[in-house]
């Protein structure tokens, strides 16, 4: 399942190197550990070795996995794990994930931290799944948002890819948002939209160029320029979010007709945003939009409940 839906794991693993989420692993560990997990140090014997399993309680789609073996691996590269289960795959309770063999002391240290990260990724998976399962049948795409924790943003993101959803831009240096503060202060949609076309062309940048309109008058000035790439429609209900996708599906047409000699058919990517939740977004989906994007996949997902439990040989 995992290699059908993660078309979109490796955009996030190149900007998110393994040295990275090193450096991003032992500021948990000092968060977590200081000078010493003085409980375990008190009670544990430093040669004594055990097994603990990852033990799922929920219903849900399992993120997480390889960036708990790399949990595993930085804090003791002695640990040795057996995998029963994958990233992406979907889980019940009883499954076990995996279990982890190696000191006890060890073992009791990586806990916390692991099962924080694999909850957290666990639940947003989830989340999306759910969200895109609504919408699987339309040929719409469920997008997440930058709204996500600092710090986590590329493990959240992967999260939702695991899902089965879509990445929007992972920052704001891989595409080109202008939102409604950009267009007001830029004074304008065409203004906005011909500086931003000018700032690639001047910096060499090929990004992609979208804008956020909120109202039909902004529509047609934003299709006039023939610039942005897509157009997010911003708190339109699905009935106007009809009415604008008509709008910009009988420009596509116009100008296909128009350049017809290029031999290639204009497409304006439309995306539908702001305020869509898990009971509406079937209905925007149902209008021709191309995407739903939606904050609530990691500002709003249920952590998928799981365990390490010690295993009584």
């Not at 090193?22 to 000092?30: S, T």
């Not at 799922?56 to 804090?75: H, Q, R, S, W």
């Not at 990233?87 to 009883?94: I, T």
């Not at 007709?257 to 009971?279: L, V, Y």
Request: glycine share 8%; net charge neutral.
């Amino acid at each position: 399942m995992c290699k059908k839906k993660c078309n979109f794991v490796p955009k996030i693993r190149k900007f998110m190197k393994k040295e990275e989420l090193r450096k991003l692993i032992a500021i948990w560990f000092e968060e977590d550990i200081r000078d010493g997990d003085h409980t375990s140090l008190s009670c544990i014997p430093a040669t004594q070795m055990g097994c603990q399993q990852l033990i799922i309680k929920d219903t849900g789609v399992l993120a997480g996995v390889e960036v708990a073996k790399e949990i595993i691996n930085y804090f003791d590269p002695e640990c040795r794990v057996e995998q029963y289960m994958h990233d992406g795959d979907h889980v019940k309770p009883g499954d076990v994930a995996f279990k982890v063999y190696g000191k006890e002391l060890s073992l009791l240290q990586i806990e916390r931290t692991m099962l924080n990260i694999m909850q957290r990724m666990s639940g947003v998976a989830t989340t999306a799944h759910k969200y895109q399962s609504l919408i699987a049948d339309t040929g719409c795409h469920v997008l997440d948002t930058r709204k996500t924790t600092p710090g986590l943003r590329y493990l959240e993101k992967e999260a939702v890819a695991l899902g089965g959803g879509m990445n929007h831009r992972i920052g704001l240096f891989d595409m080109i948002l202008l939102k409604d503060n950009h267009v007001d202060f830029a004074g304008g949609i065409t203004n906005a939209l011909t500086r931003a076309r000018d700032y690639c062309k001047e910096k060499g940048k090929d990004l992609k160029i979208e804008i956020e309109v909120r109202n039909f008058d902004e529509i047609n000035e934003a299709l006039a320029t023939n610039i942005p790439d897509r157009i997010m429609l911003d708190n339109f209900t699905p009935a106007k979010t009809k009415e604008a996708v008509d709008i910009i599906r009988a420009w596509e047409r116009s100008v296909t007709e128009t350049e017809s000699h290029s031999g290639s058919r204009r497409h304006m990517e439309i995306e539908s945003s702001g305020g869509i939740t898990i009971e509406t977004i079937r209905d925007y989906a149902l209008q021709g939009v191309d995407f739903v994007s939606v904050g609530a996949l990691t500002h709003s997902y249920k952590s998928l409940d799981m365990s390490f439990k010690a295993v009584k040989e």
